[in-house]
């Protein structure tokens, strides 16, 4: 098994930034993906990024368009840990965030694992 914890959550005016930390544990894994999806109240789940790795090689990264030019994924792998740097929040940047990894080298597949989420709230 594959655990996760997220942190680094909280309340933020509009414009700020917040940064994300999902660290892993357990489970590893040569080559997997690991992703940040959030979740807003009475949405439905969605992508936010991801990032490719492969033995100590981080690699593709990924956003969604909502998202694109404002926040950064990155990963420390000493830390076994993932980051995710948000600028220029939005309200509607507003949710539940997910971290998650995926096993293996397709760019496109369903996450396995999640951590139980952190509260991004960003007030206008």
């Known amino acids: 098994q594959v655990q996760l914890i997220e942190s680094g959550g909280g309340l933020v005016q509009a414009g700020g930034s917040l940064r994300l930390s999902c660290v892993s544990s357990g489970r590893t894994f040569n080559n997997y993906y690991t992703g940040w999806f959030r979740q807003a109240p009475g949405k439905e789940r969605e992508f936010v990024s991801q990032i490719q790795t492969s033995g100590t090689w981080n690699g593709l990264t990924s956003y969604a368009d909502s998202v694109k030019g404002r926040f950064a994924i990155s990963r420390d792998g000493a830390k076994n840990t993932v980051y995710l740097q948000m600028n220029s929040l939005k309200p509607e940047d507003t949710a539940v965030y997910y971290c998650?990894?995926?096993?293996?080298?397709?760019?496109?597949?369903?996450?396995?694992?999640w951590g139980q989420g952190t509260q991004v709230t960003v007030s206008s």
């Open positions: 998650a990894v995926r096993p293996g080298t397709a760019r496109q597949g369903v996450y396995d694992y």
